[in-house]
């Protein structure tokens, strides 16, 4: 149950901002005889999202096994957020630039689902416990 809620977790906090990175595209490109919605768009950001959060959290899971929330260090949860969500990006869209892109966007949102799970452990919130679900 405690891995489930951690992949869960981590889907969300990844679902969250690329849903909001699609939104602001569709406002972006709306009127520019674009198929697409802000809402659709917003949608599949969110699927993608929920792709790169699933992705991590199961990576972290095999990769990190061993390792408490405490222990993970920042760098190496960013370099394999980055791997997953690149591997992602370049998967859904099949472009090396939109894959780096999505990289660097990885890092950032791996480091802070990092910070959001050590203030649940230390906060007592989210009742994981000392791995946050993320390490067996």
Not at 23 to 43: C, H, M, N, T, Y
Not at 65 to 77: A, G
Request: aromatic fraction near 12%; proline fraction near 1%; glycine fraction near 16%.
């Amino acid at each position: 149950v405690r891995r489930i809620r951690g992949i869960a977790v981590s889907m969300a906090l990844w679902a969250i901002p690329w849903s909001i990175v699609g939104f602001v595209i569709g406002l972006v490109l709306q009127g520019r005889d674009f198929l697409a919605s802000p809402a659709e768009l917003a949608g599949v950001g969110a699927i993608v999202g929920l792709m790169n959060g699933f992705s991590f959290a199961v990576l972290i899971a095999i990769a990190e096994r061993n390792r408490s929330i405490d222990t993970l260090r920042t760098w190496r949860v960013g370099v394999w957020g980055a791997l997953t969500t690149g591997a992602v990006g370049w998967l859904v869209f099949r472009d090396w630039s939109f894959m780096a892109i999505c990289a660097a966007a990885g890092f950032g949102t791996s480091a802070r689902s990092l910070f959001v799970a050590r203030r649940a452990v230390a906060g007592g919130t989210g009742g994981a416990g000392g791995d946050a679900g993320f390490s067996s």
